[in-house]
């Protein structure tokens, strides 16, 4: 495999017709028409028949064959809607804030290796851009909400950027135990050290009895980093209306919404690949059965890192449907009086682990 | 919201939660901010504005500021027959009409000295206590919403629909009835109606329970609402609340039995108040617990009336509905326990017209809504919206 590592991305780096980079523009339109393609699909629409079902309802049913062209439907409607800009908001940040959010959204997408042969950019501290850069996100938050000049806008722009600073420690110190079983910072190879012949097995979250405990801190503080049940307090609906972008509307909003999705698919395709080994199949090889080597490659890698994805994202749904709010200070004792010391205690652990057991 | 003076420490601004106290900032000066919640706010329940004066997330004071649906019950009352009230009053508390009604009825019967025949008074107390029940979904699923469970909710709803589906059958209405006339009824109940109720009865107990797994023993449902927004008795006595507010402050007050009408003197229910032990009592849990535990008292009464219930032979739902009501000279104050509380009419007649010289509806939802100052007062916004989701109010009859 390791010739083939980074086959695709390489080729497309190295299309560049009469001297234009167009092979790059490639690379970074693919991780842009997925996250459209699967929000538009498994986020939205998903969603909505999910919740439906766990609801005792039908869903979306009018548009289409089982509502199936309800997003598109949606889209073309935000699309023709009026590009309002409320007169007393502040124009720079009100139309600067969702972009932002989405450029720190969609950045971290440029280090998510979507199978071993694509990757946008094969950095060797990758997973440190990744958590780094979804911090830009609070800029756009804390620009979208105090540009709107709505009250309410405020106190969701400023719930949220004190939640997602706030649960980023946890998460980043989570996502170190990962790391610190890898020994390296590459997206690729954490990936290549979680592959082997007996599928699941070689993945982190078995490799180490502590792994558990810093798989489930990082998937808790990720629900809080993207804004999800029960920590979605910055768009609490029945509180702040619509939180930070109350005033949004047309194709900003629906911009806003793009990130939102490209975030829960990149929190998701963090866990897996720290914890779950990524592109790598689960499959074992079971004797003369070889499972493990029919489904690896890097069509299959790019399968099962968006399927171990859409599963995280199915459990966030999941926990939406069912859980209440937290309150304010009680989603910060969460952070700061329980996860944040568990992080440190799994860590320290793990580094014992890692050092004394071979 | 106090402030203490702390020697060498600058002022500490407290907000006294329960029983431990939160430090919120130190030597910060903060600006105090005037929000406005509603008229148009998802969790106001209608067109109720609260002016809450905040301090970063702490509600220093909310006065509620109501009128936004002011129809003029009274004033219309005094120019209409006595009969043609009773759609009016479903248009007060639209989620318990045939409560609302019961009400009424039961104030200007008392004034007519009318009596009523048996089999209508079972149907009266069938109907209403499924219509409390529908209340009662509304209120919990609703509460439920404020606190961000979306799926309860839609459990409620469901669960409704079925009572909504039958009480259409009988009356010929989902939410505006006008089924219960002075000295009778619109109707007899369509037959078939008791197995129908029955089968309901069966199929929603088990569903109740699924409720109560899903939210009331949820510990994030519990975490949010437990402790929050505590209303003393003696406090809620002196604010004149009643219904499922009062009874949650561990007072054990229900019309139904401390001034027994209808036919609830002959039947077996308990009334619920909170124990203290799931909850602290007086909070906003105690008030949900209460709805919770009331719901399987209404399907009791159901049940027994259904047994209990005369035939068809002979029956005339209207036998002793009056021509033309037209009282002698007189006042008369008659209650009923809603969902909500005690709803009481006031009426009084000059013994000449058709229709009431005055009629004051003592609206349960008001003098619950009263008290929100008190209860609102150093609460965080969250918990704002869970104080006022646990008041249960329905606008229509704050404003009527």
Redesign the interface.
């Known amino acids: 495999m390791g010739n083939s590592l980074n086959a695709w991305s390489d080729a497309l780096a190295g299309f560049q017709p009469a001297g234009l980079p167009l092979g790059l523009l490639i690379i970074a339109a693919i991780p842009l028409v997925f996250i459209a393609l699967y929000a538009l699909t498994y986020g939205v629409y998903g969603e909505r028949k999910i ?1 439906a079902f ?4 039908l869903g979306p049913m009018e548009v289409g064959k089982w509502g199936i062209l309800q997003t598109l439907a949606d889209i073309l409607k935000l699309l023709q809607k009026e590009d309002i800009v409320p007169t007393s908001a502040d124009k720079f940040l009100f139309v600067i804030g969702p972009g932002v959010l989405f450029v720190g959204s969609f950045l971290a997408f440029a280090v998510l290796p979507f199978s071993p042969a694509f990757i946008g950019a094969n950095l060797n501290v990758g997973l440190f851009f990744a958590i780094g850069i979804v911090a830009l996100e609070v800029v756009g938050i804390l620009a979208a909400g105090w540009g709107s000049n709505n ?2 806008s405020l ?1 969701g722009a400023v719930r949220s950027v004190a939640q997602i600073v706030s649960y980023e420690i946890p998460a980043a110190i989570a996502l170190l135990c990962g790391a610190m079983m890898a020994g390296t910072l590459d997206m690729q190879q954490i990936n290549i050290l979680q592959s082997g012949t007996y599928g699941f097995a070689h993945f982190f979250l078995f490799q180490s009895p502590i792994a558990w405990l810093p798989f489930l801190i990082y998937f808790i503080a990720s629900l809080a980093e993207v804004n999800r ?2 920590f ?2 910055p768009e ?6 619509a939180g930070y972008f109350t005033e949004y509307s047309g194709m900003k909003f629906a911009v806003i919404f793009l990130a939102e999705y490209g975030s829960m698919f990149m929190v998701s395709a963090i866990i897996s690949i720290v914890f779950l080994g990524g592109w790598n199949s689960p499959l074992p090889n079971i004797g003369p059965i070889a499972l493990n080597d029919m489904t690896t490659g890097p069509v299959w890698g790019a399968f099962w890192i968006i399927s171990k994805g859409f599963f995280f994202i199915f459990v966030q749904m999941w926990l ?11 989603l910060m004792y969460v952070c700061w009086k329980v996860l944040t010391p568990f992080a440190f205690v799994s860590f320290v652990l793990t580094a014992i682990w890692e050092i004394y057991v071979p | 919201m106090q402030e203490l003076e702390m020697a060498g420490q600058g002022s500490l601004r407290l907000s006294r939660k329960s029983d431990t106290i939160v430090v919120l900032e130190k030597d910060l000066s903060t600006e105090q901010m005037v929000l406005s919640m509603g008229p148009q706010h998802p969790s106001t329940h209608g067109v109720l504005r609260l002016e809450c004066l905040t301090d970063g997330e702490v509600v220093t004071e909310a006065e509620p500021y109501l009128g936004y649906l002011h129809r003029c019950f009274e004033k219309h009352c005094e120019h209409v027959d006595y009969p043609a009230i009773v759609p009016y009053t479903d248009r007060m508390d639209y989620l318990a009409g045939i409560n609302s009604e019961m009400a009424y009825c039961i104030a200007v019967e008392k004034l007519l000295d009318l009596e009523i025949p048996r089999r209508v008074e079972f149907i009266r107390v069938i109907v209403s206590e499924l219509n409390r029940i529908a209340s009662h979904l509304v209120a919990i699923g609703t509460y439920a919403i404020d606190l961000g469970a979306f799926t309860p909710f839609l459990f409620c709803f469901r669960d409704r629909e079925h009572i909504l589906n039958m009480l259409e059958w009988a009356t010929g209405a989902r939410m505006l009835y006008n089924y219960i006339w002075v000295g009778g009824l619109a109707y007899d109940v369509p037959a078939g109606f008791n197995e129908r109720v029955l089968e309901f009865v069966n199929y929603f107990r088990p569903k109740a329970l699924e409720l109560q797994q899903l939210l009331t023993e949820n510990e994030i449902f519990v975490k949010r609402t437990k402790g929050i927004g505590i209303m003393p008795a003696d406090v809620a006595i002196n604010y004149g609340w009643s219904g499922p507010m009062l009874r949650g402050s561990g007072v054990q007050w229900d019309i139904r039995r401390n001034d027994p009408y209808s036919i609830y003197p002959e039947l077996d229910f308990a009334v619920p108040v909170p124990d203290g032990k799931l909850s602290v009592v007086g909070d906003c849990l105690s008030r949900h617990l209460v709805r919770a535990l009331e719901i399987e008292e209404s399907l009791k009464i159901i049940e027994q009336c259904i047994d209990k219930m005369p035939g068809t032979q002979g029956f005339d739902p209207r036998s002793a509905v009056p021509k033309r009501v037209r009282p002698k000279a007189g006042e008369v104050y008659g209650r009923a326990e809603n969902p909500r509380g005690e709803l009481g009419f006031y009426i009084q007649s000059d013994g000449k017209s058709t229709s009431p010289l005055r009629c004051k509806a003592r609206s349960s939802c008001f003098v619950n809504l009263s008290a929100m100052k008190d209860l609102s007062r150093g609460q965080l916004i969250p918990d704002l919206v869970a104080i006022i989701g646990s008041l249960d109010i329905v606008l229509g009859e704050v404003d009527r």
């Open positions: 919740s766990m609801q005792d309802r009250k309410w106190y049940a029960p979605d307090i609490a609906e029945s509180e702040l209306v939406r449907w069912t859980l209440p709010r937290l309150r304010v200070d009680q």
